[in-house]
């Protein structure tokens, strides 16, 4: 529709004001290439009306004020006269019409902005604030396109649960988000739900932050979850979550869930000793159940994404899309960074529904004990189906003899291919090109295989470690008769097929049962330093680094072209270990030269909260409040923009960007 309003609108505009008559010569000529008419730059509206930062959408679609690109195919118009031109008031009103009808085209991309405050009890207008509550519920005034923005503050006492309501389209999905350069915190929780009203849809929560500030040993009603999501189309972008209950982010739960993303989020702290018996696992007050995993998601129809999250120092898992009853489809994890979790990095498994369609690809797990796709091998737990883990860094140690880093249990169909995984021991003293140390290693992969196998690929893998002298002499095994104390069974075998009744070497693994035979293995630990910069798909200028420093270097250089700052720019760099706390770096970009130096020797961390709440237990592989060291360090690079007038920033809608 669009397209050819453009069409109409364009060609009146181009109607001549003076002719003669026809002679064979065109009067007015022009011509639209396909991909090349940028309706927002023929109106003047391009950063016209804020300075608020370009968010970074699909190029392709035409629901965005900046980026809004025809589908016309190639056409010329050859505009000839037939007879005397017009008169000037028939003129005038063809360009009036042809100005509606351009202001047709464009209106979808101008929602209504809303204002929140946390004292708010007005009109919803920037001078006259809504309160939160009414601002989220109010679906009879708050339409597709539109936009509530939170004005700086904290929002409840930790026990408060926002109900939510807003009913977006995938077209023009409602944006809840914070007013730029202020910090709204919501102290509590946020429920996609009304009772007897149902879920929102196509809601976009973006950017501010939301903690828990009540006792962590406590009931799940007394400390609240981040979100709970069970609408179609919800969206969580670039958002800080931490230091909540059993989850920072829930989806999935109902049926109705569908299109979920969560994407650029930082995430921590997330986790309850769960004293209510009614929650599961026989937990009292004296027998609390520790649970946290700041993704805990479900989906059973379409596709549910997690893109680019930093998720570290949670209870239990960084993240995980599991279900016993439920379903766990059409999942994809990507761009993830992940670190010091208690006892998982990413999971999926569903106990009695099979797994379909898994892409876990170029995450980056560090110290989070296993990752497992499929953790129980059981035959009574139901097959999975199609599983596609490539791509992905792994730097991990179970801290137990005989036990793998990556779990694949029950796929009839999988490809594992092009990871990195490597075992080194728990000391910290790992150093380019060393072995293993004198504590317990780990093994790479325990396969346990469906019964129905189709196709397992594993291959084109590179693997580092799987050797440690064990430091339990109580640990065992026999060499040449004798008993030898301290050495791991596994010292040469890490690998596990069909769970521990086949431990495998290298050899065993290739030659026997043909995986890994374009892979590589080494006993000893990396020689080169590994940097990854993930650009921000929604906001020009952000991204994620991740940095394994094998070199034992104290700094490194890392060109940031790639987040596309523009020249002169002021931007900050932020240790994500201390998102809290003052930027690593604060400067200006310079196009000329786009590497900057950053430090890996930090120490300084934003603590878990409420202080003295964690039972060290928890935490086995790393203290949550003492920073890595310098071998491995996350970061936030952000934009700085001016502060400006109050006056509404620019939106610009959301209809499902690509990566980058």
Known sequence: MIANLAIVATHLLSWPSRQSRWRGMPCNSFRIAKGQWNLAQTVGFRDRFSRQPQDRKYQNYGHTRRHRRSTINQHEFNCRCHSRSKPPFERAMTRILAIFIIWLAISPCFGTQWYVSTNGSGNGSITNPWPIQLALTNSSVVEPGDTIWLRGGTYGV???????????????????????????????????????????????????EITCTTARTNEVAGRT????????????????????????????????????????????????????????????????????????AQNKYNTATVSDVISSRNFTTAMKAYSQNGWVNGFT??????????????????????????????????????????????????????????????????????????????????????NTIITPSLSNDWSAGSTIGNNQGSQFINLYPSTNIISNIINCNAYYGGVGVGANWNDWTKVNGTNVYGLDYHTFQPFQYNQSTNVLSWVQWTNGYGFD???????????????VVRPNKYEVGRGHIVVFNWQSNSTVSVDISSLGLTNGQSFEVLDAQNYLGTPCIATNFNTAQPVISLPLTLTNITA?????????????????????????????????????????PTVLRIVGPTQP
């Open 608 to 648: 878990l909260t409420p202080a003295g709440d964690i039972n060290p237990a928890t935490y086995p592989m790393l203290n949550p409040n003492v920073h890595t060291s310098s071998f491995f360090n996350a970061f936030v690079v952000l934009p700085i923009y001016p502060a400006t007038a109050l006056t509404a």
């Open 225 to 296: 979850y981040g979100f709970q999501l069970g609408g179609s189309g919800q969206k969580v972008i670039n958002m800080t979550i931490h230091d909540t209950s059993e989850a920072c982010i829930g989806f999935g739960t109902t049926s109705t869930n569908s299109f979920t993303e969560v994407y650029g989020c930082i995430l921590w702290g997330c986790g309850i000793y769960d004293t209510n018996s009614a929650d599961g696992s026989s937990c009292s007050s004296t027998n609390p159940w520790t649970r946290g995993s700041p993704i805990y």
């Open 333 to 418: 994890f990507s761009g993830n960074i992940m670190w010091g979790s208690g006892n998982q990095g990413l999971e999926i498994d569903d106990e009695n529904n099979s797994v379909n369609n898994a892409t876990v690809v170029s995450n980056y797990v560090y110290r989070c004990q296993q990752t497992s796709m499929g953790h129980e091998p059981y035959d009574t737990w139901a097959p999975m189906y199609g599983l596609t883990f490539s791509n992905n860094y792994i730097v991990d140690n179970t801290g137990y003899a005989k036990s793998a880093v990556l779990w694949l249990n029950r796929w009839v169909t999988m490809q594992v291919i092009g």
């Open 517 to 531: 035979l374009n892979s590589t293995y080494s006993t000893n630990l990396p020689t080169t330093n590994v940097v």
């Open 158 to 208: 930790g026990t408060n649960v926002y109900m939510c309501r807003l009913i977006g389209t995938s077209n023009n999905p409602i944006i809840v988000r914070n007013y730029r350069g202020e910090r709204a915190i919501i102290d509590g929780g946020i429920l996609d739900a009304v009772p007897y009203k149902g879920n929102g849809s196509y809601t976009t929560f973006w950017g501010f």
